[in-house]
């Protein structure tokens, strides 16, 4: 795992790249390689390379970067790891490569002086590539096909400028920190920006699964690669051969993930998922499965820490904990804002960052997490409570006359909104109105209407024309036309491996256990496991309101009932509670008072009322108070760095 950044200056007026330039786009991503450094200027100085290592593999000075291949025509900086590199490596040492190292990123080098970009379609990991080719004067980089490993980009002017972190685009001198006003109302739904824009007007994130290539006149290829559709072939196994491929795809996951030469360990919750990483890898050691858990002092009623034990003795792990409060909250937002580089607003990433931090003081630098599985196996509760919702009534409904269906909703819509206190339900009947599809997302926050309220007038004058839900038809459209057969679960699950999980889940991830120099491994979302488990029938993994069965089925040989059958407890945190009392006093300040109100994006009259009526216990508007107070962090730290805002 590595923090790798770029400049090709392929056509602009500058036409030099500076060494001294490279290595501070390279140094403001030192947390994501404390160990090595490297740069290189290429193509008589248009172009330069930097590199941060956190040295995984082949620990020796022959892994560092940027790195030549079999002569100077290709030169790599690449952050990630190539689970198949050692099988790939035999074969290119018979066509009579060779090697000066025993590093993966030797050999994406000599296969992509045989195959070019189709590099991509042989390699099995999670990576980001940049190659510079030398011969055919192009500038090639790529994204792994789920989106595990983040890359952002820069075109403008005869230049591109790439970097595993916007921030280390933003160091130089050309680029200047802007807001992007139409991302920021997708953002207010997604809580996150969706690929292939950032909140930052002119930079772009490469989306999962492709790869771009610019060559000398300037010509900017983007294409993808792979995609998480479902298969075209049903999966017609009985239950019981589907449980038994599933368990051995995730046992050859999970032993590809411990490829490693130092020490590695387990992210432990206490739940299926997690706990199943701990049983399949302790079955592969012999010695004890490093395992870490974070706990909550003020809020015990969230804290996983009692089955997270139950397991770490259940298994002999070497087990550590943490516990955190809103004091540790409070020191952690500088930081949270500077390593997210765009706003997640997902409140997992401050007990993420806690537990990372433990991992790495425990020297513990490789971890595997359990990210993907309830995506690719319906494991969510709304998961079943959706495909109820389309079975029961959408999919017949939906094919009633408008006129009809805008009266039903119309009729429903406050009888809904005195029965939920969630706008979940409410937004639902506005959808079946409004003709637009069931399912947007799990984790929709602010609504069209709520965003309608929330919103300045002059920001609603220039979001007309904007819709969140275009970018859902988009996917929709493309899974429902290409897969013809396909149920309504694989296409939420494709949806979810399009939008929520590259782009918020795994970037949180990666964002912050790299703040602390330590790799996140994602066993459940090998390509292979991934493109099984899409091929799997909605009854074969919900049944009874109960989601991811077919994968609790294939763990009842390594795992007990009690922790498959339990409940669901999602990894979480008190954001509900630091809204209320002298905490929350703190975070409204930041939010009411930052210099993002200058913009007029916002009615803070509306946020007034909702900050009051979340402090009266009236309505829980957390998760919209968090998505808010992300954004205005941000706002202060990146686009206005002079406000006085205590970040």
Partial sequence: MCGICGIWEYGSSVGRVELDLVQRMRDEMAHRGPDETGAQIFDAGRGGFGFRRLSIIDLSAAGNQPMYGCSVRH?????????????????????????????????????????????????????????????????????????????????????????SEIKAILKHPQVSPEIDDEQLYHYLTFLTTPAPRTLFKNIHKLPAGHWLKLD????????????????LEANNLSSEEQEEDILSLLRASIKKRMMSDVPFGVFLSGGVDSSANVALMSELMSQPVRTFTVGFRDNPELNELEPARAIARRFGTDHHEVIIGSEEMQSFLPELVFHQDEPLADPVCVPLFYVSKLARESGTPVIQVGEGSDEIFAGYDWFAKYVRINERFWKR??????????????????????????????????????????????????????????LSKEMQSRARGWSSYSIVSEYLERVTKTRLKSDFAQQMTYLELKLRLPELLLMRVDKITMATSVEARVPFLDH???????GIRVDRKIERGQ???????????????????????????????????????????RLLYSSLRQRNFFDYAVISRMIDEHRQE????????????????????????????GI
Avoid at 561 to 585: C, H, M, N, Q
Avoid at 619 to 638: A, G, K, P, Q, T
């Fill in 75 to 163: 030169l790599l900086v690449f952050n990630g790891e190539i689970y198949n590199h050692q099988q790939l490596r035999m074969g290119l040492e018979r066509r009579g490569h060779r090697y000066a190292s025993q590093t993966d990123s030797e050999t994406i080098l000599h296969l992509y002086e045989e195959i070019g970009p189709e590099v991509v379609s042989q390699i099995e990991g999670d990576f980001a590539i940049a190659v510079w080719d030398e011969e055919r004067e192009e500038l090639f980089l790529a994204r792994d096909r789920i989106g595990v490993k983040p890359l952002y980009y820069y075109h403008r002017d005869g230049r591109l400028i790439f970097a």
């Fill in 397 to 454: 409904a939906q094919n009633l006359p408008g006129v009809a269906r805008r009266a039903m909703a119309a009729f429903a819509g406050p009888v809904v909104e005195r029965a939920f206190d969630s706008r979940i339900p409410v937004d639902l009947m506005r959808r079946f109105g409004a003709g637009e599809a069931l399912f947007w997302g799990g984790a929709i926050v602010y609504d069209e209407d709520l965003k309608t309220q929330v």
């Fill in 528 to 534: 292979h496991l991934v493109e099984y488990a899409a």
């Fill in 216 to 231: 000398r006149q300037g010509d900017l290829e983007v294409r993808q690669y792979w995609d998480a559709l479902p298969s």
């Fill in 618 to 645: 009236k309505r829980n508007w957390s998760f919209h108070l968090w998505c808010l107070l992300n954004l205005s962090l941000w706002y202060d730290r990146w686009i206005n760095p002079s406000a006085n805002s």
């Fill in 547 to 589: 989601g991811k069965l077919v994968l609790k089925r294939a763990l009842e040989k390594v795992l007990p009932a009690e922790v498959l059958y339990s409940p669901k407890r999602g990894f979480g945190a008190p954001i509900r509670d630091w809204f209320r009392g002298e905490t929350g006093k703190m975070l409204e300040e």
